[in-house]
């Protein structure tokens, strides 16, 4: 689960981190009464759960609470990547010296928290591991141990030269991990943690994601989840006993079971492609669950083409194929369907979708790279 900033903030006050004092508003009017009553300059900052807000000009700087509304009005229901803005956090101005990095995931490798930091923050860190990742320096922590002082000071020492600001930084830093362990996080961040001219140390953003398996253990922060437009489709899904997550790419897949899923999504990129979804339609099918899986995938634009890749155990062929071709006849379908129908009563599905204008395939690749071919338009198909 994905929460604001300053949602995030709040935690990180629970476990001693840094930062500026702040208070969100969904009015302009309320703007302006807690920059006049901050009585310094303001940061003015759209709360919006995804990333890019500053280049969107979602970020604004006031010297005055006059400068602040007038941000505000700016900013307030503004558009960000599809997402209207309904709230601002007005926060402490910082003067900045220097900007580093802090983060915490799960590495899934060693199944351990890794935690990173970087002299390059303020930046987007994942350009920062693409372009320059000799600039990131990682420790892998036991969690039996947690993470101790020697360790975060090693770390802090690789990106501060001034031992003072080094071993505040560490201190920042053990409290981050604290923070991350504590909330049940899959991801805790700083980015960036400045340092002022006076030497001090402030987490001036703050980023969490709270794991969604561990909610049962945090009812506080039931309140503070709001759906996205891309969790409300997977919640939707969901209802309908479909496992749909979206992704980026164009060639939309419905498999049964999710490990064939993860295969199809690993077989369409090591053929070039990019897989648009994950989505299981499940171990038991019908016609119905076909028809609200091709629903939920075409609502999504990037889509270009569909991959069916199914085998069929206690799934049956003939049921896919009926819910295909009921599908094609009740829903203005505009893009190539690329069919695998293996196992359980494939010969009836073979006959089923015999006259129709579907791409029958025989084998996951094969399926795999037609449906490369026509996501890039390298053949024309109508229906």
Excluded at 1 to 24: L, N, S, W
Excluded at 220 to 235: G, K, L, Q, S, Y
Excluded at 318 to 331: Q, R
């Amino acid at each position: 689960m994905k929460i604001h900033e300053y949602q995030a903030k709040d935690i990180f006050r629970r476990y001693g981190i840094p930062v500026p004092q702040g208070e969100v508003a969904e009015t302009v009017d309320e703007v302006k009464k807690i920059a006049t009553k901050l009585g310094k300059p303001v940061a003015v900052k759209a709360q919006v759960l995804v990333g890019g807000r500053g280049k969107a000009g979602g970020i604004k700087l006031a010297k005055t609470p006059e400068e602040a509304e007038e941000g505000a009005r700016k900013i307030l229901g503004m558009n960000i990547k599809g997402i209207t803005i309904k709230k601002v956090l007005v926060t402490e101005s910082v003067d900045i010296k220097s900007e580093a990095y802090m983060g915490i995931i799960l590495d899934r490798r060693t199944k351990k928290p890794v935690v990173m930091v970087s002299a390059a923050g303020g930046i987007d860190i994942e350009e920062v591991a693409k372009q320059t990742p000799e600039k990131i320096h990682k420790f892998i922590v036991d969690p039996l141990t947690g993470l101790l002082s020697h360790h975060a000071r090693e770390l802090c020492f690789k990106i501060y030269t001034n031992p003072k600001i080094a071993i505040e930084a560490s201190s920042v830093l053990v409290k981050l991990y604290n923070a991350f362990v504590g909330a049940d996080a899959s991801l805790a961040e700083i980015n960036p943690l400045v340092v002022t001219p006076n030497d001090e140390v402030w987490a001036i953003d703050a980023k969490i994601n709270i794991d969604d398996s561990s909610l049962y253990r945090h009812k506080e922060f039931e309140a503070m989840r709001e759906v996205t437009p891309d969790e409300a489709t997977e919640i939707e899904a969901k209802s309908k006993d479909l496992s749909y997550v979206k992704l980026n790419g164009n060639i939309g897949c419905v498999v049964n079971g999710a490990g064939l899923a993860m295969a199809t999504m690993d077989l369409i990129k090591h053929y070039g492609g990019e897989p648009a979804n994950f989505l299981d339609i499940g171990g038991s099918s019908s016609p119905e669950k076909v028809i609200n899986a091709i629903d939920i995938l075409l609502r999504d634009k990037n889509v270009k083409v569909v991959f069916f890749n199914i085998f069929g155990g206690i799934t049956r062929c003939d049921d896919v194929a009926n819910g295909i071709i009921e599908a094609i006849s009740k829903m203005d379908i505009r893009v190539p369907i690329v069919v695998r129908l293996t196992g359980t009563n494939e010969d009836k599905a073979r006959k089923i979708l015999a006259n129709s204008s579907l791409i029958p395939v025989s084998s996951m690749a094969d399926g795999a790279k037609k449906a490369i071919e026509l996501a890039r338009g390298d053949n024309e198909h109508s229906y």
